[in-house]
């Protein structure tokens, strides 16, 4: 079994993801801002590590990751000043790839979006410029790195339950774009405990038809 850091504990992507690897015997730090939000962890079987990614230096999460074989980047600003969303998507979690290669961490897994990359098109007057320019920067380091890296691509988030099947690749058109999270949490399951064949691909998929063990198993 592994020792897995998810960074954005809380989220609700990641308190699935929780539940799923400790289900599965998976030894799950999850990490936290917020003491009172412990609670919630533990519940899903995870151990609650309280530390706040956007003040820590390189040293600090390198301490944080250390004897790690996974980390999981699913945090993000949530919205609000571009400041802040410079600081968290780009600045802390490519602060937390620098700390991911000096602990000797095997994977590193980043929660992006379909679509995300340098020539991902939001005008630099919309409110979405300062996301979608913070997960190309970061997703670009994370290419650029010694890591064995994964990069998820999902589509619209959604609360509507988990499926269990997706369709890989990039919507055109009036494409499905809509992703239920809990088939987010299901495919970051499966790309960390079965990683063989998602090393370096960046997967774009969305809510479809294919099962998620045959849509991953089928990159190898």
């Known amino acids: ?85 410079y600081a968290v998507d780009r600045d802390a979690a490519i602060r937390s790839m620098d700390a991911a290669e000096a602990a000797g961490v095997k994977h590193y897994v980043m929660v992006s979006y379909m679509g995300a990359g340098q020539d991902h098109g939001v005008p630099e007057d919309d409110d979405f410029y300062a996301y979608a320019q913070s997960k190309a920067d970061a997703d670009d380091h994370l290419r650029a790195s010694s890591l064995n890296w994964t990069i998820l691509g999902p589509g619209v988030l959604t609360s509507d339950d988990a499926s269990g099947k997706i369709t890989l690749g990039r919507a055109s058109g009036d494409g499905n774009r809509n992703t239920s999270r809990g088939n987010v949490a299901l495919v970051a399951a499966r790309v960390l405990t079965d990683p063989e064949g998602t090393i370096g691909k960046f997967i774009e998929f969305a809510d479809g038809d294919t099962p998620i063990a045959e849509a991953i198993d089928g990159l190898a």
């Open 1 to 85: 079994m592994s020792e897995i850091t998810i960074i954005g504990g809380h989220g609700k992507v990641a308190l699935q993801l929780n539940r799923l690897l400790s289900s599965q015997g998976e030894t799950v730090n999850s990490v936290i801002r917020k003491e009172e939000q412990s609670q919630d962890i533990e519940d899903t079987g995870a151990k609650p590590v309280v530390a706040d990614v956007q003040q820590m230096d390189v040293a600090a999460l390198t301490e944080l990751f250390s004897g790690q074989d996974a980390v999981v980047w699913s945090a993000g600003a949530g919205g609000g000043s571009a400041e802040r969303t």
